[in-house]
């Protein structure tokens, strides 16, 4: 597949001669190191040519006359690369207006309502008890994320198992209370979980020292920029303060409505769909951004972290909130939708007959489904912000990658779901029981709403560790996309993970 086939790749392959494109996270044809400064030269390094900064006499199979999307080395023309537009391309800017649009209808909502309330002072004391939860609860999750961090760096392969066994003892625990309380069919659907997963460490346990190697690498990224870690509470603040601000238009949009009506369903469905599309916005602009920043450092940076682009994740910010906001805006859409649908379907199987039979297949079928998508989701704009393309054609990429690699990518991905569960359920429980004593001690009016509160907060505590999350699966999306970069780049670091991991058998 030629350079031409691909004009609306605002990638990589455009700076590869010093052409600034726009998009991806490839603007850096200035710099003295990485590919940015590779023009169309060709190198003898070691038995090996590198042109343009990609190895081109590798055994690998996109070297040999096939068909390769990522792989532009082949391409007769290099001037080629010139095409690119130098102008911003905002992708699907459409969704970045519809966001926009439902935000300021949400806000307009939400003021009326408060204008007309009786007691409008109870959201300026209510949103001091949200603001005092997390006062609280930050320096605590920064602490426990400082002393995983610390603990992992020296023992990442035992961490893994241990927050693997972990969470089969806490598994087991739990399936013993619901067969106490009786509900002897959800012990049963856990209990298949439980023995899968089990079956999954032992099936895969070979990739555990790849993955301790992926999560050290993306600490040591955290270490040397720590604003990937200011990017997660600022989302976590962000986040905190709009469910509060949520919560509060919920209570005065139906303060006088003694019974429901069809107005009154319209407008809880309405504020339903804007507390799923927003928080999953939130979400994934925080996956972008530092995906965009991780991304940068495996194509740009050698194992000192020379050649990363000045502000490297300022800048990926900057291309997340425009370039490819509308891209977010679209993928979480999507996730919301379907979780729109779930939600409905969970409230007409109450009704009883075969109607409720139905209704809880579907509902079923939903909540799979969104927990597919909205992985996927994750994989597809670790791609967007690598390429800067749009959310479309990003999905077609992931998902053919996903396709020819789905046993690694499986293992991977699970290794790390595992991994972070295990902390995010640590979390949970610790930072959940400290926040809940300190609050309890603190003679407030009303406890009830600061328990709502907090129980929202413990749901999104976890953030910081999204990063992580987020980190190694775009590392490992571009060592399947390009694996020759960090050959070039970090051989070390190359070496080092191809001891772990097979790159031969990779299928961009």
């Not at 959800?186 to 895969?204: D, K, P, V």
């Not at 790849?210 to 720590?226: H, Q, R």
């Not at 870690?229 to 005065?252: H, R, T």
């Not at 779901?417 to 429980?429: A, G, H, N, Q, R």
Request: aromatic share 16%.
């Amino acid at each position: 597949m030629g350079i031409n086939d691909k004009k609306e790749n605002n990638g990589i392959y455009g700076s590869l001669n010093g052409n600034s494109t726009t998009g991806g996270i490839y603007k850096m044809g200035d710099h003295n190191t990485g590919y940015g400064e590779r023009k169309n030269e060709s190198i003898k390094s070691g038995g090996k040519t590198i042109v343009n900064g990609v190895i081109v006499n590798s055994n690998q199979q996109k070297l040999k006359g096939e068909e390769n999307e990522f792989d532009h080395s082949q391409d007769d023309n290099p001037d080629e690369f010139n095409k690119f537009p130098k102008k911003v391309k905002y992708n699907d800017l459409l969704y970045s207006v519809l966001f926009t649009i439902q935000m300021i209808l949400f806000i307009t909502m939400t003021v009326i309502a408060g204008a007309n309330h009786p007691n409008k002072k109870e959201f300026m004391e209510y949103s001091l008890q949200g603001l005092l939860i997390i006062a609280i609860s930050i320096p605590l999750i920064l602490a426990f994320f400082l002393i995983w961090k610390k603990i992992f760096k020296i023992h990442p392969t035992n961490m893994i198992k241990t927050s693997f066994f972990s969470l089969m003892i806490t598994g087991i625990l739990f399936i013993g209370l619901l067969i106490g309380n009786g509900w002897y069919s959800w012990a049963i659907l856990f209990g298949i979980t439980l023995i899968s997963l089990i079956f999954f460490y032992f099936a895969f346990r070979d990739k555990i020292p790849f993955v301790g190697i992926m999560i050290s690498l993306v600490l040591k990224i955290i270490e040397k920029y720590p604003s990937t870690l200011l990017v997660s509470f600022i989302c976590l603040i962000i986040s905190c303060v709009y469910y509060n601000i949520w919560l509060f238009s919920v209570s005065y949009n139906f303060y006088y409505d003694s019974y429901w009506t069809a107005w009154s369903y319209m407008k809880f469905m309405f504020l339903l769909f804007n507390l799923y599309w927003t928080h999953y916005v939130i979400t994934y602009t925080c996956f972008s951004v530092v995906s965009g920043l991780v991304a940068s450092w495996y194509f740009f940076a050698d194992e000192d972290f020379n050649g990363m682009p000045p502000k490297p994740c300022a800048n990926s910010l900057y291309r997340s909130m425009t370039s490819s906001f509308g891209s977010i805006a679209f993928g979480s859409l999507l996730v919301c939708l379907v979780q729109m649908i779930q939600f409905i379907c969970r409230g007409f199987a109450r009704v009883p007959g075969l109607t409720s039979l139905f209704c809880n297949c579907l509902q079923f079928i939903a909540l799979v489904f969104t927990r597919m998508l909205y992985t996927f989701n994750i994989y597809t704009f670790s791609m967007v912000s690598i390429y800067g393309q749009s959310f479309c054609n990003s999905s077609k990429k992931t998902y053919n990658l996903m396709v020819n690699n789905n046993e690694k990518l499986f293992a991977t991905h699970n290794y790390m779901l595992i991994t972070m569960l295990s902390v995010s359920l640590s979390m949970f429980l610790i930072i959940g029981f400290i926040v809940t004593m300190i609050m309890a001690t603190i003679q407030l009016e009303n406890q009830g709403w600061l328990y709502v509160q907090l129980v929202m907060f413990l749901f999104i505590l976890y953030k910081p560790f999204d990063i992580i999350f987020s980190s190694v699966l775009t590392i490992l999306m571009c060592l399947i996309s390009d694996p020759n970069a960090m050959e070039v780049t970090k051989p070390n670091t190359f070496i080092l993970l191809s001891e772990t991991y097979d790159f031969k058998s990779l299928n961009p």
